[in-house]
């Protein structure tokens, strides 16, 4: 009976133990926050308006009752909506606009100025206008700053001067419009006084197809209301994906065992910033890498699928072609093979596994790099995307989206005193560099071999159906002045040589299908490019004598890694399985 109690008494503690760990587990992973879809209002009007107040509520209702309705009616994703407002505060309507966005609950604030600020303030009348510029630039964690020199630094001429503010106006208001999902002007509806005038400002959100909400009095009206609604249908997506607690937890130890434990010189690192990371990196990261590495596996997996069964149904056909008594079998057994290349490419269709590979392996990467400059304090590249690469990806991403959304919820992270950068500086040459410069150098000979396999494979294919075609004319030859005896021996010989000369071109063709599919060489040169270009951006980060040299050098390495990202993705997203 004691042996019983005993017994029962070690299950509970068994079961109490790997409850306590399973809890460990996900802990370690942090809290996922779903990310809500950030709708980017820009703003610009009129800088004298008789009623402020009265205008401010009026943009509210416009909001209300016009920005929600442009989405939902083209989204039906199940995603939370967030506004941040995109604004040169100015006086006026730029600053109306802001205030009303801001009311609603988790609203940012993102300042765009035209001049450096000793120039701009010195377009605000009076000193309250200069105070409440103030007031409204300290809401905004980084602003957007177009001109870093002062206008009389570059011009001397008074004339000069007037026409460079001009011109620095037209592009914040150009930039507005490029970088919004809907414009709210404020306007009264006349032509533009002048260039980066409100009128000017709209019109050229009409040419570029942007949603435009015109504001004056009682007056709302929409122009252009179309709107992409892909990015809130892919935020949702990831949001919704489906993974265990205990995977989530795997992927988070192997990541914090990279950061945090290998690196030895991630000891001098304080607990805070780690716990930083857990909390508002790892979850984020967790979805995205995961979700990569199961798409990547199934697009593979299918592609393989695909050219296997092309080659086997080119031998399928052979043999009811060649076998009349097992016609029946062969044509039957291709019809299969043929139905399950059709299935595969229609579900690759359906579920886009390449599209959601490659996208969530970007912003896997883009958190990767985030974590590093989070951890020294840096603000990280933002996106640009350059004209040529516009056909593969915008700024409008929703991966960009998650990434800036992660970023703006961090805690105020201050850049490290000027005592503890050097220990920053070797953190980051361990984990960091070098482990890319890793990375790149195995995953370099890794599609090397990859390619050299198939390559071999391929050329003995290549001899051997030529051997095969060679025999078959011998043989023709022979059997043609051959007894009854040979001719059944012929025959047979005849048709296996007839079908190793149908199938090897065909298992040749899918193999070279294979090395296209998986870009073995063009992923090879990249990621030895890579490597060196790493490898030398480590020796500069070894020898950078001050801080400022040191933060240089990381924003470096950010939009190398940004633009080797970049490149990738533009490379991968036209790789697709094709029967």
Partial sequence: MTFIRLQYAWRQIGRSVMLLIRLAKILVTGNFKPIPYSIRIGVTGHRRLDDPIAMQAAVRRAIDSEVGKLFSTKSKANVSISYRVLSALAEGADRIAARAVLEYPDARLDVVLPLTVEDYLEDFRTEESRLEFAELLGKCRHPVQLRSRRIREDRHDAGDQAEL????????????????????????????????????????????????????????????????????????????????????????????????????????????????????????????????????????????????????????????????????????????????????????????????????????????????????????????????????????????????????????????????????????????????????????????????????????????????????????????????????????????????????????ASMAGMAAHREYRRLERRSENMAGELARLGKKMTSAEDRARFEELLQKVDAVLLQETQDWLMLMRYVEIKG
């Avoid at 949702?236 to 290998?262: C, G, H, M, S």
């Fill in 165 to 508: 503010r001009r011109e620095s106006y037209r592009r914040v208001g150009e930039y507005l419009v490029d970088h919004c999902d809907v414009l709210i002007a404020v306007w009264d509806g006349q032509p533009a006084r002048g260039q980066g005038g409100t009128g000017a400002v709209v019109q050229y959100a009409g040419e570029q197809d942007r949603p435009v909400i015109r504001v004056w009095g009682e007056t709302i009206t929409v122009y252009n209301p179309g709107v992409d609604a892909a990015a809130p249908d892919a935020i949702d997506r990831f949001n919704r994906q489906a993974i265990t607690p205990e995977r989530r937890a795997d992927y988070a130890k192997n990541l914090e065992e990279e950061l945090f434990v290998k690196p030895p010189s991630a000891a001098s690192l304080p607990a805070g910033v780690r716990e930083m990371v857990r909390s508002n990196f790892l979850p984020y990261y967790v979805q995205a890498s995961i979700a990569a590495k199961t798409n990547q596996n199934r697009f593979y997996r299918w592609g393989k699928y695909v050219y296997a069964f092309s080659a086997a149904a080119v031998g399928s056909a052979a043999i009811g072609v060649l076998i009349p008594s097992l016609a029946w079998l062969g044509f039957g057994f291709e019809l299969v093979l043929l139905s399950a290349i059709a299935m595969t490419l229609w579900r690759g269709r359906r579920t886009q596994p390449h599209q959601n590979w490659i996208e969530n392996r970007f912003l896997t990467e883009r958190i990767r790099c985030g974590i590093f400059m989070a951890i020294c304090g840096v603000q990280p590249k933002p996106l640009e995307v350059l004209p040529f690469m516009g056909h593969s990806q915008s700024a409008n991403d929703w991966m960009v989206r998650v990434f800036d959304e992660i970023w703006d919820r961090l805690p105020e992270v201050p850049g490290s005193g000027q005592g503890d950068w050097q220990l920053l500086k070797k953190y980051v040459e361990e984990a960091w560099i070098g482990d890319q410069v890793r990375f790149h150098r195995e995953k370099s000979a890794k599609e090397k071999r990859a390619l050299r396999i198939l390559t071999r494979a391929g050329e003995i294919v290549l001899p051997a159906t030529m051997v095969a075609a060679a025999l078959h004319l011998a043989l023709l030859w022979q059997v043609g002045g051959a007894g009854e005896s040979a001719v059944g021996l012929g025959d047979w010989l005849h048709r296996g040589l007839s079908f190793v000369a149908l199938l090897f071109p065909a298992i040749a």
